[in-house]
């Protein structure tokens, strides 16, 4: 049987993981206090699901084949910062407008497939499933312990989505944002500059 103090100090680490302010967390704030609550939560669905993708990866053992495979990792990480640098693109190009230009709502597909793409493109993500899986589970362990804290770790995931959607888009939020859409997309595009290049970079460094 699973040790729920282990859980819980599981859930406590990807809490703290999840939360940390990164490429998925900045991009559901920015489209919550720009778009509102109800695209940011479809986003952050994909988001989460994308999250779930790597945790299966990882529960399997499959993070540590994919860890190991030098080739492998290194075209995930070359598209995944492309696909950041994309990102980069469009932001930089929202802050370079005048005014603001809002994308049709309706397209909820749409949505979601960014957020699940944003997170699948990453596969640094294994490496801290990895991590939190190995707080609750260890040599001794049955798969039941496995699935529990994979379980844990995916509420939290969404969890965490859903709580960046709901605070960011506050109409004072999203006010603020109205009033400072330039700079804001201008930083956001810089940060994901730096995160795309950033894993280029590790993958071709390894």
Do not use: E, H
């Amino acid at each position: 049987m699973p040790d729920i103090s282990s859980l819980i100090t599981t859930g406590i680490a990807f809490f703290v993981i999840a939360a940390t302010p990164g490429p998925a967390n900045i991009s559901n704030a920015t489209i919550a206090m720009g778009y509102g609550r109800k695209i940011s939560l479809i986003y952050g669905l994909g988001l989460s699901c994308g999250l779930i993708f790597w945790g299966l990866i990882a529960a399997s053992g499959m993070g540590a084949v994919l860890q190991s495979s030098l080739y492998l990792l290194m075209v995930l990480k070359v598209l995944g910062g492309l696909y950041l640098l994309w990102l980069a693109y469009l932001s930089a190009r929202s802050a370079l407008r005048p005014a603001a230009v809002q994308l049709s709502t309706s397209g909820d597909k749409r949505w979601f497939l960014r957020g699940l793409l944003l997170n699948m493109s990453n596969p640094k993500s294994v490496i801290a499933w990895m991590a939190a899986l190995s707080i609750a589970v260890d040599s001794n362990d049955g798969f039941s312990s496995v699935i529990a804290a994979t379980l844990v770790c995916i509420a939290i995931g969404f969890a965490n989505n859903a709580l960046y959607s709901v605070l960011f888009s506050i109409s004072g939020m999203m006010r603020g944002y109205q009033r400072c859409r330039r700079r804001i997309d201008g930083v956001v595009a810089a940060l994901f500059t730096a995160a795309g290049f950033g894993l280029i970079r590790s993958a071709l460094t390894r």
